[in-house]
């Protein structure tokens, strides 16, 4: 057994920078459509995913393909509303919102992955690192992944 002092929290802080954008958000779809059974809201606590829920509702009422640019912009730390909202939330409230949005992509109330799209080798990579890892590492790596995106909240009473 390999013993290692980087924890499953900061791969995941680390793990997604190599990625392009649209394959971070490849990785997270995959990661909760596999894993997403046993990742559920009841993970981060009923306030986090009523606050999750909130930026949810807002990014569902947009068109499709400003749905995606919202995702981008996460993913990137674009200095925009929604990202900074996003920025603003816990680790696990975090998780709570790409678990809706992962829900909200079957339901077709958010953009699907495009039929062509195609995962990169390094993606396909670092998804089964993630299958092979137990429930608790598996959360973690998801929480240390999400937790660096958005931008930073503004300072004072603005978001």
């Known amino acids: 057994m390999t013993v290692?002092?980087?924890?499953?929290?900061?791969?995941?802080?680390?793990?997604?920078?190599?990625?392009?954008?649209?394959?971070?958000?490849?990785?997270?779809?995959?990661?909760?459509?596999?894993?997403?059974?046993?990742?559920?809201?009841?993970?981060?606590?009923?306030?986090?995913?009523e606050i999750a829920q909130g930026l949810?509702?807002?990014?569902?009422?947009?068109?499709?393909?400003?749905?995606l640019q919202v995702m981008r912009e996460i993913v990137e730390k674009a200095n925009t509303q929604l990202s900074r909202q996003y920025g603003s939330l816990s680790p696990e409230t975090k998780l709570a919102f790409w678990y809706f949005l992962a829900q909200g992509m079957e339901s077709g109330t958010i953009i699907p992955m495009p039929p062509d799209y195609e995962f990169p080798a390094a993606g396909t990579v670092l998804l089964g690192r993630i299958e092979n890892m137990d429930f608790q590492q598996q959360i973690d790596f998801l929480r240390g992944a999400v937790l660096v995106m958005g931008a930073e909240p503004a300072p004072g009473a603005a978001i």
Do not use: M
């Open 4 to 49: 290692t002092n980087v924890s499953a929290y900061d791969q995941g802080k680390e793990a997604l920078e190599g990625l392009k954008t649209d394959d971070q958000l490849a990785l997270l779809w995959f990661v909760y459509t596999k894993l997403g059974k046993s990742i559920t809201p009841a993970a981060p606590g009923a306030s986090g995913s």
């Open 56 to 67: 949810f509702n807002q990014v569902k009422e947009l068109p499709h393909e400003q749905q």
